[in-house]
């Protein structure tokens, strides 16, 4: 399993993040991206024995949603083999538990329409069919058909993970391997705005998704329909874009229609929020 571990000034967690990549009871073989960290980082890898080191000039923090992040991960697939079978993406920040990766590869080898999936942060909400940003691995030969590169764009995590339902493939998180977050998780909801715009959302879902967001907290859903109503072109793949929108316009008319899916719905998105409040005040 090659492992691309994104890292910026994260030496006071990379010693166990590495660690639990390379005990795992399956084979790993990372490839460490270090955002030209000044903490000693990339020396903390090297003393670990990381199989791959790529050091990039940007200087900054970036953090997932925001599209300088695309670059960072595609430089590390560089150093993908076409005949891996498998990847997976972890931040500097996270740890897995020594099996998730077997955990993860049984269900692959179980179901050869399962592409994409991750494991649970522990005491996060959990989206049954789409996976965690952390540490999620990816079926290479779904990959490299399909997707190639994560595109610069907003929406670079979700992409992968909505083309492949678009063509019927599966997606999913498991609760049984679990990881640990070394900090809060950082939740950018805003972002979801300019996410929503760029996939082509119809307006009315879109606009439904940022009041529902308001009644939780104002000042995001204020910012979701903010960043909603800027000038920002959808993405490059009109398929995509076009299953997105008959799939969402389905979507808004059935919880219309049944008002207890509306019911559910609104139930699965407060409990998710404060789940992820709850983490990031620990």
């Given at each position: 399993?090659?492992?691309?571990l ?7 967690f990379?010693?166990r993040?590495?660690r ?11 490839i460490?991206v270090?955002?030209?960290s000044?903490?000693?980082?990339v020396g ?12 990039l ?8 949603g ?5 670059k960072?991960?595609n430089?590390?697939?560089?150093h993908?083999?076409?005949?891996d079978?498998?990847?997976?993406i972890?931040p500097?920040d996270?740890?897995i538990e020594r099996?998730y990766?077997?955990?993860l ?6 179901n ?5 999936a ?13 996976p ?8 290479c ?8 590169r ?13 083309k492949?339902?678009?063509l ?6 498991f609760?049984?391997?679990?990881m640990?977050?070394?900090r809060p ?7 979801y705005?300019y ?6 959302y119809p307006?009315?879902y879109a ?9 939780i907290?104002?000042?995001v ?7 909603y ?6 993405i490059?793949d009109?398929e ?9 316009r389905?979507?808004l008319?059935?919880?219309f ?5 509306f019911v ?5 998105n407060?409990v998710?929020f404060?789940?992820?409040?709850m983490?990031?005040?620990?």
């Amino acid at each position: 399993m090659k492992v691309v571990l994104l890292g910026w000034n994260d030496s006071a967690f990379l010693s166990r993040v590495v660690r639990s990549i390379q005990n795992q009871t399956v084979e790993t073989s990372i490839i460490y991206v270090d955002d030209e960290s000044s903490d000693g980082s990339v020396g903390v890898a090297e003393g670990l024995g990381v199989e791959s080191i790529v050091k990039l000039k940007r200087g900054k923090r970036v953090y997932g949603g925001f599209p300088i992040l695309a670059k960072n991960v595609n430089a590390g697939l560089e150093h993908i083999s076409p005949e891996d079978d498998y990847f997976m993406i972890m931040p500097s920040d996270v740890v897995i538990e020594r099996d998730y990766v077997e955990k993860l590869l049984v269900h692959f080898r179980l179901n050869d329409r399962l592409v994409i999936a991750s494991g649970t942060i522990a005491g996060e909400y959990a989206n049954p069919g789409f996976p965690r940003g952390a540490g999620r691995v990816y079926r290479c030969s779904f990959w490299n058909r399909h997707v190639g590169r994560f595109p610069l764009a907003y929406l670079w995590e979700s992409y992968p993970v909505l083309k492949a339902q678009s063509l019927g493939y599966v997606t999913a998180n498991f609760k049984e391997a679990r990881m640990v977050a070394l900090r809060p998780t950082r939740l950018y909801k805003p972002m979801y705005g300019y996410v929503m715009k760029e996939l082509g959302y119809p307006r009315g879902y879109a606009w439904f998704r940022c009041l529902l967001a308001w009644v939780i907290s104002p000042r995001v859903g204020f910012e979701m329909f903010r960043t909603y109503s800027m000038d920002i072109e959808p993405i490059f793949d009109v398929e995509l874009v076009a299953w997105l929108r008959a799939h969402y316009r389905l979507k808004l008319a059935h919880m219309f229609i049944y008002p207890l899916s509306f019911v559910r719905f609104i139930k699965n998105n407060f409990v998710r929020f404060i789940k992820n409040k709850m983490v990031n005040k620990d």
